[in-house]
């Protein structure tokens, strides 16, 4: 009897070594009770978002708005017009194209996203440096058109190859697209041009998509693919705690195998890296209709910063959309350049940053969105002091489930996010 009580004494100890912190764990119970009066504070807000109408800025800036097609139809057709009177009364043919240059953007700190201010440049035809951009905006205004004509929606890779020649590569296209948006003043959904699926999500949330309701609990390991047309989205309905959003495939699928979900009711949801506009709008429709915080899990380093910037304050390529591309108040969970000491990473499962990183990091702490928020800046300041830095996956050096099984709740226990 006394060898048993040893050996599980033994047992007990080389788990605790294996898996560091696991014994801080309080029980599940008491963590669901820590995590249900954080979403209750977060649902219990009522105060109305702000927007750009609500704020006397000494800057005049501009966002777009979600067009019916036939409104998007009778601008282009309007805009067309107006170049048709411009070429016949001898002013030459010229597009008016807001811009979206760094030096046209600005952080709004009341709304805590970047927007568009209203400097335009001018696209001519008959000159020579923008001849073939003039030509590629009328030509992605013929297809929009095209597109608003016939109610069909397609992808911008199909876009591209309707004239690879003219498009030579479909950045360009892409580039246009968006800059035709701000020319319609609508948003990029509203030219019923999607991008392929690349976000998926899994976990206590059901939905109608196009008519068919789907659980996502019952999805498998995969999740299910995000739709890339916000508009099939509709009747949201969830149990859960919160949100998380995580950076990763590869931690979305150790999450999702292990059924986090069941144990802490959650929304997992990933876009597999670099934020597309799917998993954007789908995470912002979530925020908003079930009132959930969002707490995000990014590798620690600048870029995973960054692409938690894009969810949170907006991309600067489409600010011109940031007021339905952003979702306000996420949460930094981790991994953060202090849990590489806290939770005892080992030497060799870290990372020496590059010098780009480091570039990277200390432009980060430039950004004002950035400057807004202490404890980013303190720990933006470790990471590039320390010159270090680590993905998600270098839990797993103490064990592959540890992620799920000590992290994240210990994470959750103790309410550490930024």
Sequence with gaps: MADKKKRRRADSDSDSASQ???????????????????????????????TLADLALSSTCREVSDLSLSSVQSTIESLVLQLTHQILSGQGFSFTVPSRSSSNQLYVPELDRIVLKDKSTVRPFSHISSVRKTTITAKILSLVHQLCLKNIHVTKRDLFYTDVKLFQDQV????????????????????????????VVVGRLIFSDNGDMIDCTKMGM?????????????DMQSDALFILLVEKDAAY???????????FPCIIVTAK???????RLFLKKMKMELKLPVLALVDSDPYGLK???????????????????????????????SDLDKYKIPEQCRLPMTEQDIKTGKDLLEEDFVKKNPGWVEELNLMVKTKQKAEIQALSSFGFQYLSEVYLPLKLQQQDWL
Excluded: H
């Excluded at 701000?182 to 392929?196: D, E, F, H, K, Q």
């Design 222 to 234: 995969g999740g299910k693919a995000i739709p890339p047309n916000i508009d099939r989205v509709g």
């Design 253 to 263: 699928i150790r999450l999702a195998e292990d059924r986090f979900y069941n144990r």
């Design 172 to 199: 360009q296209s892409d580039a246009v697209l968006d800059d035709v948006s701000c020319i319609l003043g609508c948003t990029r959904s509203s030219l019923n041009v999607i991008a392929a699926e690349k976000g």
């Design 307 to 337: 692409i938690l910037s894009v969810y949170g304050c907006g991309s600067k390529n489409m600010s011109y959309d940031s007021a339905n591309l952003t979702t306000p108040d996420i949460k930094w969970l981790g991994i953060r350049p």
């Design 273 to 279: 890296g670099q934020p597309d506009v799917a998993t």
């Design 20 to 50: 560091p912190f696991k014994n801080l764990l309080k029980s599940d119970a008491q963590i669901l009770q820590i995590l249900k009066s954080v979403t209750s504070s977060s649902s219990s807000s009522t105060s109305k978002p702000l």
